[in-house]
């Protein structure tokens, strides 16, 4: 109670890294926040929606998720203006951060978005690390929502460069999707992928 008192008596002073940091932080430790300080949040948010870079949009996008907590309308179409504005600076964590939080909210996000972290993925594909590989195909799989022909065929290049990289977790991950999806990948891919999981097995089992 005390930590809420202060939050709103100090919110002004907040930027937007201060407010993505505790709303991070909460979604980190598992702490749901009280309805006073989400009301607060969402207000110093509008205040300052178009101070936030792609980094900070992503990581309160991802403690959402992280807290299953559905953010309201007005905070997304906040979010969503601003995420537009900064898409072009966005790297493969930020793109997989803000798809997984909507996933794991079960909150499909609309079609505008959707269309710019497409053109955004495919442009930044080549630089994704093997876990922000996995997640952006498991969302997808998650919220049942086909991506583009165009990203699978760049994700999949991607992933075949940096599949050996991959934990199981990863692996199972993008096996799960692909189910989930009723989506076949190439014979090629499958055999790939069936070494790696083979390999990392056998290497637990020893």
């Known amino acids: 109670k005390q930590f809420y008192s ?8 907040f930027n937007s890294q201060s407010l993505a940091n505790v709303i991070w932080a909460m979604g980190k430790l598992g702490v ?49 203006k601003r995420f537009a504005d900064v898409e072009e600076k966005a790297d493969s964590q930020v793109l997989a951060n803000s798809l997984w939080g909507f996933a794991r909210m079960g909150l499909i996000p609309n079609d505008t978005f959707l269309g710019v972290w497409h053109n955004a993925a495919e442009r930044e594909m080549h630089n994704a690390l093997p876990q922000a590989l996995a997640n952006m195909l498991w969302s997808f799989g998650k919220l049942e929502v086909v991506p583009t022909d165009s990203f699978l065929k760049i994700w999949v290049r991607a992933t075949r460069k940096s599949m050996e990289h991959m934990d199981e977790q990863a692996l199972s991950n993008v096996s799960w999707a692909f ?25 637990r089992e020893a």
């Open 6 to 13: 202060k939050f709103r008596t100090e919110a002004k002073t």
């Open 32 to 80: 749901y926040p009280a309805e006073q300080f989400l009301t607060t949040w969402y207000a110093q948010f509008d205040r300052h929606a178009a101070a936030f870079n792609g980094i900070e949009l992503s990581s309160c996008m991802a403690a959402f998720g992280r807290l299953n907590l559905r953010p309201p309308e007005q905070f997304l179409q906040s979010w969503y």
């Open 179 to 203: 189910r989930r999806l009723k989506l076949q990948p190439s014979e090629s891919f499958v055999d790939q992928w069936t070494l790696m999981y083979d390999r990392l097995s056998n290497n």
